[in-house]
C-alpha cells in the first residue's frame, strides 16, 4: 500500500501533537533516547511545529541551556521530564560549545518522505 500526500501530513501532524518536547545529545540516541545532555542548567524545551506542507513540516526555533560539549541530535519526547521518546534528528553541523551557554537550533525540518 502506498499512501497519498492526504494520509502523510496526516502522520506528520499526528507525530508533532506527541513530540511536543525536545532534547539534546552527544551522540545517536538510538531508540530509546540515550545520551542526553545533563547538568550545567540544561533542560527540555518545548517544541512547536507548523502545518505540514507537502511531505515535511517546520519546527519553531530552539534555544537550550547546555554544559560544554558537542551535541550532534535532537530528541523528540512527550514529556520535559521523563515521558516516551519519540523519535531524533540529526545536527548538521553539530552544535559545539565550549562552556556552558547557549545552543540556539534555528528550525528542524522533518519528512516522511515517500512512505508505503
Keep these: 500500500m502506498t499512501f497519498n500526500q492526504t494520509t502523510r501530513q496526516s502522520m506528520l501532524s499526528y507525530a508533532a501533537g506527541t513530540s511536543t518536547w525536545a532534547s539534546l545529545h552527544t551522540s545517536d540516541p ?44 535532537i530528541g523528540y519526547w512527550t514529556g520535559n521530564s521523563g515521558g516516551t521518546f519519540k523519535g531524533k534528528s540529526e545536527l548538521t553541523p553539530p552544535i559545539v560549545l565550549a562552556a556552558t551557554g547557549a545552543a540556539h537550533v534555528s528550525s528542524i525540518t522533518e519528512s516522511l518522505g515517500e512512505c508505503p
Design 30 to 73: 538510538g531508540e530509546t533516547g540515550a545520551s542526553e545532555a545533563s547538568g550545567g542548567g540544561y533542560a527540555r524545551v518545548a517544541i512547536t511545529w507548523g502545518s505540514p506542507s507537502g511531505d515535511s513540516m517546520v519546527s519553531g526555533s530552539l534555544d537550550f541551556t547546555a554544559p560544554a560539549g558537542t551535541y550532534t541530535h
